[in-house]
């Protein structure tokens, strides 16, 4: 309040804009960054029930193989990748970035706090990609702590194969989990005034994608209308706009990078996401899995891609016209 | 006001050009502010209205926070609403909110460096404002369990913790009891040494404390901008008010009540003096004083008061609505 004051401040401001490193490192994104991820986000008990959510699944597999057990598949990504991908990916991971991504603007707008961020130097365009860039942050460190620590345990219980693959499968399919519904969790909360309508639409998407739509798949790819000699799935292209299927069209797509194919394991698995068709043949009882590439895995990579810019794009806009106010 | 010059917008903290703010469109169009121009240099300036009249829709125009639909403002010559034009503003909304799971003193470090202040000399700079609040003692206290006073005291600290050139408060005194009220007056008249303030309020007594100009909104349109004793003044002329003391005020009521200059007469029951409006100033002037004189009584006093800012809020308020009535009609 002095002038002193005043004067000291004005001459560190000046120095501030003289050099640019001092300039990044009082930077108001970089502010608000750290109090977004350390302050609201990092917090130990919802880090620890997120780690907890995260581990949970794969860790009980391991622990259930019996001592001495010569385990079918040796491979770790044969034996956990189904339950990683789809447990731990399909399931907590999208639902702990939407409870903590949904209200990242949702609450300040809602709670008024929006109104005191907006009146400091700092544009809308910086303040939703600094909270984007935090959430990305907690999602990535809560992934590759959980990750690391079931690619470092699993080999202590059983003397698995194709750990480090096991690693990079699962680390690179997490990015595209992550980036795809961080993008929906962050779209609905610069949408959405109240944070409960923005948690709701993106775990709405999750049941939906992967709980309801996994029940009523299979008939669908079964049912035929009429006299249509292409099932319901097929013939009104439902694939466009089956979540599931383009998700893990790319984890196909990774394990054909990395692992060299689809192991039989995952085969039973990825039909239930429509990726495949089953065939059973009742003389010598065998099933034979048909591959359903409606879309390629690239195709379907880039469609989720596109969604996601798109979601953050449009909340980008609509956050920016947006009146704030009590 | 709009033919300022552009070179001279530098001189004004707050200068706007037709600012003009509708929300909805269709039926549901609703134009709270109807393109006003005003503009404030320094001091302290009361903008001042009722309820609804477009206080906070203007605030929030000038801060950035709501489009502007219509004409434009600059704030010392920045546009309003960019990143430069709230670099030297403070603000304090109307009911201000606060992250409550953070301390008093980690809020104002926090506001501190979104303005690019420097860690340890945003640490100190928050200290020495939480001292000035008398807030040093629940300094490390989570802001959830501060009283509604304290919350209002940390959002002024807030709003000063860059020390802005100009501090905008949307009314800072409300939903506060009485007593906070006046130590918030107090806090906003110390630190207007400081500072140039923009104040809304719709309780006038506060503005007639704080501000030396003032600006009247109603339904979202400028009808008074001047200075606060400007516009008493303007209101006891427009009114033609006079007051009047002698050794026998009932007496004299009673003798001057049928005169024809005289429109409306009454002993005000606090200074027992006599208050008369009339129609004609300098008939009034004349033949008053020879009155008194003839009828042997003494005149004691005889002046034009000076009306509060209240007076002049109602009068013009009212008289604004009658307009608009008339034009309904």
Redesign the interface.
């Known amino acids: 309040m002095t002038s002193r004051n005043k004067e000291a401040i004005s001459l560190i401001n000046n120095d501030v804009e003289k050099s640019g490193l001092i300039r990044i490192s009082t930077s108001p994104s970089i502010m608000l960054f750290k109090k977004t991820l350390f302050k609201d986000m990092l917090k130990i008990p919802k880090l620890i029930v997120s780690f907890i959510l995260m581990i949970l699944g794969p860790l009980m597999a391991i622990l259930m193989i019996p001592s001495g057990f010569e385990l079918y598949y040796s491979s770790l990504n044969d034996y956990l990748g189904l339950i990683y991908s789809f447990y731990t990916y399909s399931i907590m991971f999208p639902i702990i970035l939407t409870v903590v991504g949904a209200p990242l603007i949702a609450e300040e707008l809602k709670s008024g706090t929006m109104l005191t961020l907006i009146s400091k130097p700092i544009s809308r365009g910086e303040i939703l990609i600094t909270k984007y860039l935090a959430l990305t942050c907690f999602g990535f460190l809560l992934n590759i702590s959980s990750l690391s620590l079931i690619t470092l345990i699993a080999p202590l219980k059983y003397a698995f194969e194709g750990v480090a693959e096991f690693f990079v499968i699962n680390l690179l399919f997490s990015l595209i989990v992550q980036l795809f519904f961080q993008s929906i969790a962050f779209g609905c909360s610069c949408f959405f005034k109240k944070t409960r309508n923005a948690i709701l639409i993106p775990l709405l998407i999750i049941i939906i994608t992967f709980f309801v739509l996994m029940t009523f798949r299979p008939l669908f790819m079964y049912m035929y209308l009429g006299d249509s000699e292409v099932p319901i799935y097929v013939q009104f292209q439902l694939y466009h706009f089956d979540l599931a299927y383009h998700l893990f069209n790319g984890y196909i797509g990774l394990l054909n990078i990395i692992s060299g194919g689809v192991s039989e394991s995952m085969l039973y698995f990825l039909y239930g996401f429509g990726l495949y068709t089953q065939e059973y043949d009742p003389y010598t009882w065998e099933i034979t899995f048909t591959r359903n590439d409606y879309y390629s895995p690239l195709g379907s990579l880039i469609l989720i891609l596109s969604i996601a810019i798109g979601l953050i794009l449009l909340g980008y806009f609509l956050f920016k016209k947006r009146d704030i106010s009590r | 006001m709009s033919s300022i010059p552009i070179d001279n917008l530098e001189d004004y903290y707050i200068w706007t050009n037709k600012l003009t703010k509708v929300?909805g469109t269709g039926q549901k169009k609703v134009v709270a502010v109807g393109g006003i121009d005003f503009s404030m240099q320094s001091g302290v300036h009361g903008f001042l209205g009722p309820n609804g009249a477009g206080k906070?829709s203007t605030i929030?125009m000038l801060?950035?926070?709501?489009?502007i639909t219509e004409g434009n403002a600059f704030l010392k010559g920045k546009k309003a609403g960019t990143?430069?034009a709230?670099?030297f503003?403070g603000?304090l909304?109307?009911?201000?909110?606060?992250?409550d799971?953070?301390s008093g003193l980690e809020y104002l470090i926090?506001?501190a460096?979104?303005?690019?202040?420097?860690k340890n000399?945003a640490e100190q700079?928050a200290l020495?404002?939480l001292k000035?609040f008398d807030l040093l003692q629940d300094k490390d206290r989570k802001i959830k369990t501060y009283s509604m006073g304290m919350k209002q005291k940390i959002g002024l600290a807030?709003g000063?913790i860059?020390?802005p050139e100009l501090l905008i408060l949307d009314e800072p005194t409300s939903n506060l009891d009485p007593l906070v009220r006046k130590k918030i007056i107090d806090y906003v008249r110390k630190?207007s040494k400081?500072m140039s303030i923009f104040v809304s309020s719709h309780v006038l007594s506060e503005v007639e404390q704080m501000c030396d100009k003032v600006t009247i909104i109603n339904k979202g349109k400028i009808v008074l901008t001047d200075s606060v004793q400007n516009a008493k003044k303007w209101f006891s002329k427009s009114t033609n008010l006079y007051v009047i003391d002698t050794n026998a005020n009932d007496t004299f009521l009673s003798l001057i009540k049928g005169l024809e200059i005289i429109t409306n007469s009454w002993i005000d029951e606090k200074d027992k003096k006599i208050y008369v409006n009339t129609n004609n100033v300098e008939k009034f002037q004349k033949e008053i004083p020879k009155l008194i004189i003839e009828k042997g009584l003494i005149l004691k006093s005889f002046y034009q008061p000076e009306s509060s800012l209240q007076d002049v809020f109602l009068d013009i308020i009212n008289k604004d609505e009658g307009k608009q009535n008339d034009f309904k009609e």
């Open positions: 929300y906070t929030n801060i950035g926070a709501i489009s990143k430069e709230r670099k503003i603000f909304p109307q009911d201000p909110a606060f992250y799971k953070i926090y506001l460096r979104l303005n690019s202040i420097p000399m700079k020495e404002l000035f807030a000063l860059h020390d630190i400081n």
